[in-house]
């Protein structure tokens, strides 16, 4: 079984917009408190984006403060990741995860315990 399924990447120039959609599975969305994003770009060190919890909070990498937005559509069990400006060094892999492992420190999301294949985002200058 597949729980996190993730689509909406693409290719875009720098400045433009992509909604990135995550369908989770019944089970994994009703027993996650918490849920999100987190990129891999080649060579890097992988980075939690943003994350959402039961209760509406959300927390945002400094990296992304402004421009991205967390969301989450319980009738539909999707987690979305609005990102807007977007800019070359956003260029990564973006995957969903859940549950949360560990609580946000300083704002910054925390890390997530599964996550699905990922959506490729290409941003060029």
């Known amino acids: 079984q597949v729980d996190l399924v993730e689509s909406g990447g693409g290719s875009v120039q720098a400045g433009g917009s992509l909604k990135l959609s995550c369908v989770v599975s019944?089970?994994?969305?009703?027993?996650?408190?918490?849920m999100g994003w987190f990129r891999q770009a080649p060579g890097k060190e992988r980075e939690a984006v943003a994350s959402?919890?039961?209760?509406?909070?959300?927390n945002y990498a400094d990296s992304v403060k402004g421009r991205f937005a967390i969301s989450k559509d319980n009738a539909k069990k999707t987690l979305y990741l609005q990102m807007n400006n977007l800019a070359p060094e956003d260029t990564a892999t973006y995957h969903c995860?859940?549950?949360?492992?560990?609580?946000?420190?300083?704002?910054?999301?925390?890390?997530?315990?599964?996550w699905g294949q990922g959506t490729q985002v290409t941003v060029s200058a």
């Open positions: 995860g859940a549950p949360c492992r560990g609580v946000a420190v300083d704002g910054r999301p925390p890390d997530f315990g599964n």
């Open positions: 019944e089970h994994m969305y009703s027993s996650s408190y918490c």
């Open positions: 959402i919890d039961n209760d509406g909070d959300v």
